[in-house]
């Protein structure tokens, strides 16, 4: 599915007041975190990203003391839970990159994502549970999901889409405009990760946005550092042909120019390729 329609899963649960947890895999940089930030500005609810890959398995399960008479063990909750005193009454809980945790780490949130609790504490009423991750051919660090673990999610596989990228948004977001047009021309730009190549640099819908920053710094591609940067965040091959494009697209009026008659229609045929 698309990243757009993987949005509507998880509004539809909000509007409706399901509380399934949803799983959302992919490959890096499709979006997937952005999009629950979306959400969460979309219907006013705050957003609680716990990164598992980053978390042991006390700081997700909590700690076990005794109680003051010694004579019971007390749980202490982790502080990075949602808590409706301090994160309002709506939340979201994103336990984001849950195929890259260890088996210990997804143990210790399979209680949180089953029951909605762990040890003494219960999630709030007004909590959604999302979990991100990668898919096991991404590349990545990849634990593979207990099957119990698993069944307690509707999973959903995420592919980058061109369209919902530039229409929800890079248009929305400022993205640069020759970006957008070289994207245009070429939607399979906008992820080229081939795990299979050994590249560690490859375009992914995050990587353009650090272009796009870049670009709408200092737009002449002619330039050494603007062009060594551009590389560097979307790889050699794929750099190397957005300049090419963006040199010529320099020179070469907009539709909105020729339409509007502060143009004419150019003559080269490459041009005119270029324009349509």
């Not at 509380?19 to 500005?41: F, M």
């Not at 609680?48 to 004579?71: C, F, K």
């Not at 660090?141 to 069944?151: R, S, T, W």
């Not at 002449?220 to 062009?227: A, I, S």
Request: hydrophobic share 35%.
């Amino acid at each position: 599915m698309t990243i757009q329609e993987f949005k509507e899963t998880i509004e539809f649960n909000i509007e409706h007041n399901m509380k399934h947890s949803i799983l959302g895999l992919g490959a890096p940089g499709v979006g997937k975190s952005q999009i629950i930030r979306q959400i969460g500005q979309k219907y006013g609810y705050k957003v609680i990203d716990i990164r598992l890959a980053q978390m042991s398995e006390v700081e997700i399960g909590g700690l076990i003391y005794p109680n003051e008479s010694r004579t019971k063990t007390v749980w202490l909750a982790p502080d990075i839970l949602p808590d409706e005193k301090r994160d309002g009454k709506n939340t979201i809980l994103l336990l984001d990159e849950i195929t890259s945790c260890t088996k210990r780490v997804q143990v210790a949130a399979y209680q949180l994502i089953l029951d909605r609790r762990i040890g003494q504490y219960t999630l709030p009423e007004g909590t959604f549970v999302v979990a991100l991750g990668n898919r096991e051919d991404d590349d990545g660090v990849y634990i593979h999901l207990a099957g119990p673990l698993a069944d307690r999610f509707e999973i959903h596989y995420i592919e980058s889409d061109f369209e919902s990228w530039k229409n929800d948004y890079a248009l929305k977001n400022g993205v640069h405009p020759y970006i957008i047009d070289y994207l245009t021309f070429k939607p399979s730009a906008l992820h080229t990760q081939d795990p299979d190549s050994g590249e560690m640099v490859f375009a992914t819908p995050r990587s353009w946005v650090r272009v796009s920053d870049i670009l709408n710094i200092d737009d002449d591609v002619t330039k050494t550092v603007v062009r060594n940067k551009v590389i560097g965040n979307v790889g050699a091959a794929e750099g190397t042909q957005f300049l090419e494009f963006c040199k010529k697209h320099r020179h070469v009026s907009s539709m909105e120019e020729v339409l509007s008659g502060k143009a004419s229609v150019p003559k080269e045929p490459e041009e005119v390729s270029l324009l349509v």
